[in-house]
């Protein structure tokens, strides 16, 4: 097996060295001797990526072999001025009111070469950062616990900095000085699949191994359950920002009552469940990690019985049992975790990763997850002593209510797309049998017409 190159971070800054250890990434950390360049006739682009390869060179000159990361990053304003390391606490005071009160950009250039090769490739990212005014008062508090010469802007995004910020429009972690993706996009080239050089993740933790009741299977996760909970909380944030949360007092009291003898017959009683009803009149549910369901006001208006919701809230149950969102997740979002993580650490509030991971989870989940899902209802809603049978009668409503409706972006009909094929498998599951109808079903077609 070949052992995976060294990388060789060519970089003074605590920050850029903090970021890669909080990702779990094996690397060496060398200072660059390279001088700057601060002239900006060709663009800010071309300055940080310029400087980035100096600093990759140097370094890459003083060593025989390894993977060199250089990286540079300044704050470009709409006044055509640069904003580096402050030189003193008046300046940066200074430069910060400043900056506070207009959009500003943060451009990171960022050089990779290999010492033994030659090989070299530069790039850059751009962000654009909207803070809100800072009072005299503010600023001056803020100098009091936090340094202010070694951050570019002389804030800091990733500590107490976050609560400045409105908005980012870019990557995240572009603004604490090494935008993550970017990076991983060119180690690939070299050969370095970033996410293969990781050990144990801090934030992640190691990968655990235990029996899943729901999926009656021995498992290996990245996540416990504690992570996972951290996970669900922070997209929960998001959402519950973006949506509006109905808040009607026989609604909520409804949905929770079912949820709590779901809950009780579930197959992972260690989760405290939360259900919340997103006022919107889609025919629409969906499940988070860590034990957090979301019902839309447009279904809850559809069923026409409390066993028909119960099928629902039941098979969102058994979303969150089966660890179906965060395998989906582990598999193919672990630097979307991450920054989602992030949070839980206290370093931002402001995370792409977010929006990422709630559009893979509403999206949809695979054909064997929600039959399985649909498996797990039935035995939920049977030991919570729910009648199974009114699965069928809402699954049947919802085809109906299909073939009325246009699709549309974020719909029930979508993220569980195969309507008839779920109504034979659970009419099966609860005979025992299949019947010839139930085998028409399954050459059936979700949404076509004729």
Known sequence: MSRAPLLILASRSPHRRKLLKQVGVRFKAMSSKASE????????AFLVKINALRKAQDVARRVKAGIIIGADTLVYTDDKKIMGKPKNIMEAKFRLKRISRKPQWLYSGVAVVNAETGQTLVDFEKTKVFMTPLSSKEIDRYYQITRADDKAGGFDIEGRGAFFIKRIEGCYYNVVGLPLAKLRQMLRSFGVHLLSVILCVGLLGCATTEYNLATNQQETMLLGTER??????????YIEKEMEINTDIDINER???IARRIAEACDRKELVYTVRVINKDEVNAFALPGGYIY???GLIDEVTSDDQLAGVIAHEFGHITAKHALKRMEASYAYTLLQILSATSGNAQMLQGIDLAFASIITGYSREDEFQADRLSLKYMQKAGYDPHEMIVFLEKLQEINA????????YWRTHPFTSQR???VSKEIHGRMTFRDYIRLTEQEGVRR
Not at 37 to 44: A, E, F, I, K, T
């Open 37 to 44: 360049s601060h002239d900006l006739s060709r663009g800010c």
């Open 423 to 425: 109504i034979a498998a």
């Open 255 to 257: 949905v929770e009552r």
């Open 228 to 237: 996972e909970v951290a996970v669900g909380s922070a997209i929960a944030q």
């Open 295 to 297: 019902i839309y006001k």
């Open 404 to 411: 009325k409706r246009p699709i549309q972006r974020f719909s």
